[in-house]
């Protein structure tokens, strides 16, 4: 039987079962650090839906396991199996589980490892954090990850530094930064008579969404969709010279280069009789028609009540996926 090369990807939803056992039986570090054992399903589903567990997978077995904790900012385990793991797993495991850091805003990666992973985490790029290791304790070491952003990352370090936002915001929500849209189409005017833009698959399910719903008696609104990196800092901005303080603005707004906005894949919406952007609107028809087919268009509900990303509930902010 032929070799198959090594793959490197995110776990699955679907692999879950499969990672339960080897990591009962090879990481216990991450059931003892971690919830009850009873609670390892519910941690790893978590890590599973941020993205943030990397497998490495040769010829159908896992050669490497890495693990990514958001609220920590640290790789919290790492499993290598002697019989499928190669010399370019390590590199290729952390190369996957850094980009990933840094899709959250990370700008450095933390690790405790034992004395005989030192080495290949030093050849990995990784320093020790402590001046003196203490003897029988794991090594804390961490790397900077600044070099690795891409320049849209980068703009948004600078913006962070700029406006005071916290570096962990992204990790802290569980929101990951955002793509700027390039290609941009006109879908008219919004309620405010302004011109609004979308990536033009979107556009498509937009209008095709807003005419279903108005053959159902509904009117959904144009509040906003497509808004760029610059004009996102500039509501910032603003907030900030009128001396409300970054927290509180943050509890309203999302930070520049995480709002979902400058993908021209999300919409803010109303429908008459109700202003825009207040959680009324969750008691409207529209909303009940949105929750029961906006999904047939490919849009989803962002942030809905009590979501994972502690983000306050906006029932008027959906968001283009993919058509199901």
Same mark, same amino acid.
């Given at each position: ?17 499969? &990672?339960?056992?080897? &990591? ?9 650090? /971690?919830? @009850? ?5 519910? $941690? ?9 567990? &990397? @497998? ?17 900012? *640290? ?23 850094? *980009? ?9 990666? *933390? ?20 001046a003196e290791h203490q003897p029988g304790k794991p090594n804390p070491l961490s790397k900077d990850l600044t070099g690795q952003a891409d320049p849209w990352t980068q703009r948004i370090f600078a913006l962070q530094d700029e406006l005071g936002i916290p570096q962990n915001y992204g990790p802290r929500h569980r929101l990951e ?10 879908? /008219? ?20 969404? *807003? ?22 800092? /500039? &509501?910032? $901005?603003?907030?900030?010279g009128k001396g409300q303080k970054i927290d509180s603005i943050l509890s309203v707004s999302a930070a520049p280069g995480f709002s979902e906005h400058h993908s021209g894949r999300a919409i803010d919406l109303k429908t008459p009789g109700e202003p825009p952007l207040e959680t009324s609107f969750a008691e409207t028809s529209a ?7 906006? /999904?047939? +268009? ?21 968001? +283009?996926?993919?058509?199901?």
């Amino acid at each position: 039987m032929m070799n198959k090369p090594t793959s490197v990807h995110s776990v699955r939803p679907g692999e879950l079962g499969s &990672i339960v056992s080897l &990591i009962r039986s090879h990481l216990p570090d991450l059931i003892l650090n /971690g919830p @009850a054992p009873e609670s390892l399903e519910r $941690r790893l589903s978590h890590l599973i839906e941020d993205r943030c567990l &990397i @497998a490495a997978v040769k010829n159908n077995a896992y050669a490497g396991v890495v693990a990514l904790d958001l609220h920590d900012r *640290q790789v919290i385990a790492c499993h290598l199996d002697p019989e499928q793991a190669s010399s370019t797993t390590p590199p290729r495991l952390f190369k996957a589980v850094e *980009q990933r850091a840094l899709a959250y805003g990370l700008r450095k990666l *933390q690790c405790c490892v034992r004395n005989s992973a030192l080495s290949m985490m030093l050849e990995l790029g990784y320093s020790p954090t402590v001046a003196e290791h203490q003897p029988g304790k794991p090594n804390p070491l961490s790397k900077d990850l600044t070099g690795q952003a891409d320049p849209w990352t980068q703009r948004i370090f600078a913006l962070q530094d700029e406006l005071g936002i916290p570096q962990n915001y992204g990790p802290r929500h569980r929101l990951e930064i955002v793509p700027d849209c390039e290609q941009r189409v006109s879908i /008219g005017l919004d309620v405010y008579g302004r011109e609004q833009l979308m990536d033009a698959q979107a556009a498509t399910a937009w209008q095709q969404m *807003q005419e279903a719903a108005a053959t159902k008696g509904i009117d959904l609104q144009m509040v906003s969709a497509y808004r760029g990196l610059d004009y996102q800092a /500039g &509501i910032i $901005r603003s907030k900030l010279g009128k001396g409300q303080k970054i927290d509180s603005i943050l509890s309203v707004s999302a930070a520049p280069g995480f709002s979902e906005h400058h993908s021209g894949r999300a919409i803010d919406l109303k429908t008459p009789g109700e202003p825009p952007l207040e959680t009324s609107f969750a008691e409207t028809s529209a909303y009940q028609w949105l929750r029961s087919n906006a /999904g047939l +268009f490919g849009f989803s509900e962002s942030f809905g009540k009590n979501n994972r990303h502690g983000i306050a509930w906006e029932p008027w902010h959906w968001c +283009f996926r993919s058509h199901q």
